[in-house]
Nanobody, 126 residues
Framework: QVTLVDSGGGWVQPGGSLRLSCTASGGASEALVMGWFRQAPGKAREFVAA?????????PQEPSRRGRFIISRGGTKNTVYLQMHDLRSEDTAMYLC??????????????????WGQGTQVTVSS
């Protein structure tokens, strides 16, 4: 059983930056791919970024986010970070850490497959 603890959200003005953290404990072999999804009120949960056990990073083909969000892994390997730059109002959402045994499991938006953190709120407004 994997437990994910995510943190680092908050309020920031447009153009600002935030860094989210997610630490996994227990069942390291089931959390080989880690990353984030986000969900805004009334919208579907959407993929933000992922990193696998070889530290290969995966991002969606969303032009508006390209280059602004960067995922990385900490030295202990069980912690991942999401550095977000040039934040915009449309980035406002609950950001949820996600872990899966492989990329397919990670990308399957289900509570029955993989693991979810409790979420950290990011609010971008002036």
């Amino acid at each position: 059983q994997v437990t994910l603890v995510d943190s680092g959200g908050g309020w920031v003005q447009p153009g600002g930056s935030l860094r989210l953290s997610c630490t996994a404990s227990g069942g390291a072999s089931e959390a080989l791919v880690m990353g984030w999804f986000r969900q805004a009120p009334g919208k579907a949960r959407e993929f933000v970024a992922a990193i696998n056990e070889q530290d290969h990073t995966i991002y969606p083909q969303e032009p508006s986010r390209r280059g602004r969000f960067i995922i990385s892994r900490g030295g202990t390997k069980n912690t991942v970070y999401l550095q977000m730059h040039d934040l915009r109002s449309e980035d406002t959402a609950m950001y949820l850490c996600r872990a899966g045994i492989n990329l397919t499991a990670f990308m399957t938006v289900s509570v029955e497959i993989g693991y979810w953190g409790q979420g950290t709120q990011v609010t971008v407004s002036s």
